[in-house]
Nanobody, 127 residues
Framework: VQLQACGGGLVQAGGSLRLSCTASGGTSSRYLMAWFRQAPGKEREGLACIRTSDGATWYGDSVKERFTISSENDKNTVYLEMNSLKPEDTGIYYC?????????????????????WGQGTLITVSS
């Protein structure tokens, strides 16, 4: 699976951005897609996941009620709508994919769970 993410940039605190991640080359129709963030000097943090087979979603505590993950399966694309951005949201954002069968609720927010990764896109939130 190849993942292509785009949509990063510079935004002021309180602003919004939308990231997209388009997948290609997969042989399975049932993937868990996720967004991760890596801030400078920190580990890669799971932000949100979506099960493409039924649209079920999960969120990390740091982004609940601010970020929304969604998918358009006919376009093989996953989105991350980010609102009320804060300077601490600054980092490189990655999309990731893994076959649903390989993921459990306990592991879905762990970067080690995912096999397929996009190239990362930088978001800088200025105060």
């Amino acid at each position: 699976v190849q993942l292509q993410a785009c949509g990063g940039g510079l935004v002021q605190a309180g602003g919004s951005l939308r990231l997209s991640c388009t997948a290609s080359g997969g042989t399975s129709s049932r993937y868990l897609m996720a967004w991760f963030r890596q801030a400078p000097g920190k580990e890669r943090e799971g932000l949100a996941c979506i099960r493409t087979s039924d649209g079920a979603t999960w969120y990390g505590d740091s982004v609940k009620e601010r970020f929304t993950i969604s998918s358009e399966n006919d376009k093989n694309t996953v989105y991350l709508e980010m609102n009320s951005l804060k300077p601490e949201d600054t980092g490189i954002y990655y999309c990731a994919a893994e076959e649903e069968i390989r993921v459990t609720p306990a592991t879905m927010m762990l970067f080690s769970t995912f096999t397929y990764w996009g190239q990362g896109t930088l978001i800088t939130v200025s105060s």
